[in-house]
């Protein structure tokens, strides 16, 4: 694990608690083992500093109606982008997991790193202000924005398409190879009880986004 001091480095922002920021990294797997404290309970406060934050930009920027700005908004701050902002600061390498995580490669676990992200901008918020937390979102976070929004959510494509034919689908993982800190995952998506598409990942999430992709492609072949 890297110099935490290197963290700071990284998003611009000296702590003049480091306990705070200790607890944003410790997972609850280390902190059971270590009977200390984890950051769940900081993780809740930032997901309300990064939610505040992001509809504060938002609302300065995009000059549309509410439904525009909340699904920007949820698509901005979602656990697939947040784990995009938490790349580009190496947020991974300076978590503290327990064995067993650590073990079955919950470093580069989307939800852990994604909470640990809120987590630190939660402790930012305790250790001066949240104007200093929308700072650092604004250094961190927001340049990256337009690569996440580009991103295409293609379940979200499909639900929307087949909703509007009266369908349901549903997804199903069929596949579960490799080993716990390497895994590929496969997905299938069914429209009521057709196949409709199947897709790989390294996770399940993406297994399932592939396979929806798949879906809209051969529908676009028949259309």
């Not at 809120?118 to 001066?128: C, H, K, P, R, T």
């Not at 991103?151 to 080993?179: A, F, M, V, W």
């Amino acid at each position: 694990m890297l110099n935490s001091n290197k963290l700071e480095e990284a998003i611009g922002y000296q702590f003049k608690n480091k306990d705070l920021l200790t607890i944003a990294l410790t997972h609850s797997s280390y902190a059971n083992e270590h009977d200390i404290e984890c950051n769940e309970r900081m993780e809740f406060l930032g997901d309300a500093v990064l939610e505040l934050s992001m509809s504060k930009y938002l609302f300065s920027k995009i000059h549309l109606d509410e439904g525009v700005l909340t699904k920007t908004r949820a698509k901005a701050v979602c656990e697939g982008a947040l784990n995009v902002y938490a790349a580009k600061i190496n947020l991974g390498q300076y978590l503290y997991l327990g064995k067993g995580e650590e073990a079955t490669g919950g470093r580069n676990r989307p939800a852990i790193i994604a909470d640990a992200l809120e987590a630190v901008l939660g402790a930012i918020f305790l250790d001066s202000s949240f104007d200093n937390a929308y700072e650092i979102v604004n250094r961190i976070i927001i340049p990256y924005m337009d690569e996440v929004l580009q991103n295409k959510d293609y379940k979200s494509q499909l639900q929307e398409k087949l909703q509007s034919e009266k369908r349901t689908i549903h997804y199903e993982i069929t596949k579960d190879e490799g080993p716990a800190n390497n895994k590929t995952f496969e997905a299938v998506v069914y429209m009521d009880d057709i196949l409709m598409g199947r897709g790989t990942g390294k996770t399940k999430k993406e297994a399932q986004q592939n396979a929806a992709k798949n879906a809209l492609e051969k529908e676009a072949q028949i259309g």
